[in-house]
């Protein structure tokens, strides 16, 4: 039985006493994935929440509070993760949920299931970064909506429960700490968290895709790019907060190709492990790190923020999905066949 996240980690939050809207989020699993020279590396599949990306640990704190606040609806933009995380919590916490996407650009599987949680899905033409605008000013001028989108501070305070269980599964801070970053909220939370709890912090890496990443530039982007949809965003709300940890932790951001990220979504699912695009981003940005030398020695996390089957047809591109037909009777020598291949 899990209590979910607000339970365990009360007393970090800083929330007021509040009946915790929860479906047992967190306490995700920290993979041993591999031994790579003097580097120990950790991936943290936070696609096992309860829809399916790291959005839940905000969510759930996020939507507690406004319901707590007497809130009677949530609203967000989104990229597709924090609408169908929303879309959840609201119909678990008994709040109706808006969800406005740029239009066509965010995966059907997304779409399809903050549609079955019971959201309303609304689509203005433009990119994310306008769609934010948007739903900022409906939140700022009515009461009874509360904006959850991770400009929220509780939507940061219930993110930094991941870095609490790094260290409480761990025992101690990672050496480095690598994640996707799209509108830069979930790598500020995890320095907070981190720092919050004062057991030394990582050198942090924060990964975009190539054709998305303002930060890598140093300036926003209007036109924004990249098969990894979940982190196609030119102007990061928390960008601020973003170069402080990585400053701060004397990191980096760096970018990675949509090829490579093909090739990491590739070489994690064969281990197992099948996670979106943009989670794969992370990992290819965590082996360009590594044939760089630029890894410190010792534990290094990467962050993998959500399951593969969020955005299948784009693991289409490369998995093949037509199965080859075999006669019944001839099924072994298929196989044997198959084999020695
Ligand atoms: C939201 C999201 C990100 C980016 O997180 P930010 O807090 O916006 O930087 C990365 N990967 C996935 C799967 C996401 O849903």
Not at 63 to 73: D, F, I, P
Not at 256 to 279: K, M, N, T, Y
Not at 329 to 340: F, G, K, V
Request: hydrophobic share 45%; charged share 15%.
């Amino acid at each position: 039985m899990t209590n979910g996240l607000i339970t365990r980690y009360h007393n970090w939050l800083g929330l007021p006493a509040l009946t915790p809207v929860t479906l047992g989020e967190g306490a995700t699993p920290l993979v041993h994935w591999a031994d790579w020279d003097t580097h120990r590396i950790w991936l943290k599949l936070e696609g096992c929440n309860p829809t399916g990306s790291f959005k839940d640990r905000g969510m759930t704190v996020a939507v507690s509070h406004a319901k707590h606040e007497g809130a009677s609806a949530v609203i967000c933009a989104s990229t597709g993760n924090t609408a169908a995380s929303a879309a959840a919590y609201a119909g678990r916490g008994g709040l109706k949920a808006f969800v406005v996407i740029p239009n066509g650009q965010v995966a059907l599987p997304k779409m399809i299931q903050a549609s079955a949680y019971g959201a309303i899905i609304l689509a203005i033409e433009g990119n994310f970064d306008q769609a934010l605008t948007a739903v900022r000013n409906v939140a700022e001028t009515e009461d009874w909506i509360a904006l959850v989108n991770s400009v929220n501070p509780w939507r940061l305070r219930g993110q930094e429960t991941g870095a609490y269980e790094i260290l409480d599964d761990l025992g101690h801070a990672p050496a480095g700490f690598v994640l996707p970053v799209g509108n830069a909220g979930n790598i500020s939370a995890y320095f907070h968290g981190f720092r919050r709890r004062g057991q030394g912090l990582p050198q942090m890496f924060g990964i975009q895709a190539q054709g998305s990443d303002p930060l890598v530039q140093g300036h926003d982007m209007d036109d924004v790019s990249t098969i990894a949809s979940a982190i196609r965003i030119g102007k990061p709300a928390s960008a601020h907060l973003a170069r402080e940890a990585v400053a701060a932790t004397r990191g980096q951001f760096r970018s990675v190709p949509d090829a490579d990220i093909l090739h990491a979504q590739r070489e994690l699912a064969h281990g197992g492990v099948f996670v979106e695009p943009a989670s794969a981003a992370a990992y290819a940005g965590l082996k360009m790190l590594y044939q760089e030398g630029r890894l410190p020695d010792g534990d290094i996390v990467g962050i993998l923020t959500g399951n593969g089957l969020k955005d299948s047809t784009t693991a289409g591109l490369w998995a093949k999905v037509e199965p080859q037909v075999v006669p019944g009777e001839s099924l072994l020598d298929a196989i044997s066949d198959l084999m020695t291949h």
